[in-house]
């Protein structure tokens, strides 16, 4: 081997040992980077409940449309179904759903219905017929009848709605605002567009 060989290789050598302690370096960089990345992104759940057709997502702030209407049904048919012996059920079944803001107005709201309900002994029943979700507002609206029945008289039917914020905070839901009202002129009538006060 001659010396100018020698030197050839040797040059070679080194040139490829700083080619791969450049890539080893940048390949760390990306690793780093990478590994920020996932520790600063918002982890998103993909779920697949049986109320529901297809896949839906759940983030730590938000949520997509068809969990907002299932979680709109789920508190419509709370709501709408209150008798004298499930309002105990149905207060500890939502208070932990409803916003510090609510909390105490329905409380007071299903204790006058319940009140009422003794007194006059009937029982509403409410059968949902329709869900929309209003992306301008981010509000739920659950549409059906209201069955009111007692001793000795007919069932009285009346259309009937609700009108349910769902926010979600920490992957949990959250309502924010919830409303009924016999029509939409009633509910304009009262000139209460975009109060949270709740009328169950």
Do not use: C
Request: hydrophobic letters at 40%; proline letters at 8%; a positive charge.
């Amino acid at each position: 081997m001659t010396l100018t060989r020698f030197r050839q290789t040797w040059q070679s050598l080194v040139a490829e040992n700083r080619f791969h302690r450049g890539l080893l370096l940048g390949l760390l960089v990306t690793n780093l980077l990478t590994l920020m990345a996932l520790l600063q992104a918002e982890r998103t759940v993909v779920l697949v409940p049986p109320i529901l057709e297809q896949q839906v997502n759940v983030a730590r702030e938000a949520a997509s449309q068809e969990v907002k209407e299932a979680w709109g049904l789920f508190v419509t048919e709370l709501l709408g179904n209150v008798t004298p012996t499930n309002a105990p059920f149905l207060h500890q079944t939502l208070e932990p759903l409803l916003s510090p803001s609510l909390r105490r107005e329905v409380a007071q709201v299903l204790e006058t219905q319940v009140a009422e309900l003794r007194r006059d002994r009937v029982s509403v029943r409410f059968s949902p017929e329709t869900i929309q979700f209003d992306p301008a507002t981010d509000r739920v609206r659950v549409s059906g009848k209201q069955v009111v029945t007692g001793p000795g008289a007919d069932p009285v039917t009346r259309p009937r709605s609700y009108e349910i914020g769902v926010m979600f905070r920490n992957y949990r839901p959250v309502i924010t605002y919830l409303d009924a009202y016999a029509d939409p002129r009633e509910r304009q009538g009262r000139g209460r567009e975009d109060s949270g006060e709740p009328r169950p």
